[in-house]
Nanobody, 124 residues
Framework: QGQLVESGGRLVQAGGSLRLSCAASERTFSNNAMGWFRQAPGKEREFVAS????????SYADSVKERFTISRDNAKNTIYLQMNNLKTSDTAVYYC?????????????????WGQGTQVTVSL
């Protein structure tokens, strides 16, 4: 088993920036693709970004392209989500997840390990 712990979520004004972190404990995820997902109130959890095992490939939802950047530091067993130019529509609980494979995926069902989430609230 492995544990993923997200941090960095908070209240921020529209146009601002945040960096979320997801630290892994109990096991290393350096050989696993990782992803960020989010869930807004009353909506289904949706894909935000993913990164392959070594950080060489990334993928983004259209709604966050050019604004969000996913990265990872395998030495620290941590992944990040840099979020710039935040919009009120980015308000959600953000979850990090790990696959049991090297390659990334946009599908929730392809991820085995999940964190508890961190709240991001963007105000006008």
């Amino acid at each position: 088993q492995g544990q993923l712990v997200e941090s960095g979520g908070r209240l921020v004004q529209a146009g601002g920036s945040l960096r979320l972190s997801c630290a892994a404990s109990e096991r290393t995820f350096s050989n696993n693709a990782m992803g960020w997902f989010r869930q807004a109130p009353g909506k289904e959890r949706e894909f935000v970004a993913s990164i392959n095992w070594n950080g060489g490939s990334t993928s983004y939802a259209d709604s966050v392209k050019e604004r969000f950047t996913i990265s990872r530091d395998n030495a620290k067993n941590t992944i990040y989500l840099q979020m710039n130019n935040l919009k009120t529509s980015d308000t959600a609980v953000y979850y990090c997840a790990a696959r049991a494979r090297f390659s990334m995926s946009n599908r929730l069902a392809d991820y085995t390990y999940w964190g508890q989430g961190t709240q991001v609230t963007v105000s006008l």
